[in-house]
């Protein structure tokens, strides 16, 4: 499977920007889609994931409130809503695709987007 992600761009602290990723075939009820990003000089982190089928969402904690996961199944497509952005959410975001198992860990993901990169201003 091919993952492209697009949205990514310059924006001032307080802005908003969102994130799509489109598969390029159809994603399975089983399956996992996240986000991660990475910095420069960083191990790339979990930001959320979605379980394609039934939807449930999860955060890292520096992005709860803040940042949204959400599916177009029709699409083959999960977006990345992200507001009251910071300096410190500036990197290249990821996304990714698990056939099944959760995992908050990068390296435990099979399918990875090529990146998009989101800097923040001051």
């Known amino acids: 499977v091919q993952l492209q992600a697009s949205g990514g761009g310059l924006v001032q602290a307080g802005g908003s920007l969102r994130l799509s990723c489109a598969a390029s075939r159809r994603i399975y009820s089983s399956n996992l889609m996240g986000w991660f990003r990475q910095a420069p000089g960083a191990e790339r982190e979990f930001v959320a994931i979605?379980?394609?089928?039934?939807?449930?969402?999860y955060y890292a904690g520096s992005v709860k409130g803040r940042f949204t996961i959400s599916s177009d199944k029709a699409k083959n497509t999960v977006y990345l809503q992200m507001n009251s952005l910071k300096p410190e959410d500036t990197a290249v975001y990821y996304c990714?695709?698990?056939?099944?198992?959760?995992?908050?860990?990068?390296?435990?993901?099979?399918?990875w987007g090529q990146g998009t990169q989101v800097t923040v201003s001051s």
């Open positions: 979605i379980r394609w089928g039934i939807g449930n969402t």
């Open positions: 990714a695709m698990d056939p099944s198992d959760y995992s908050e860990r990068a390296s435990e993901w099979d399918y």
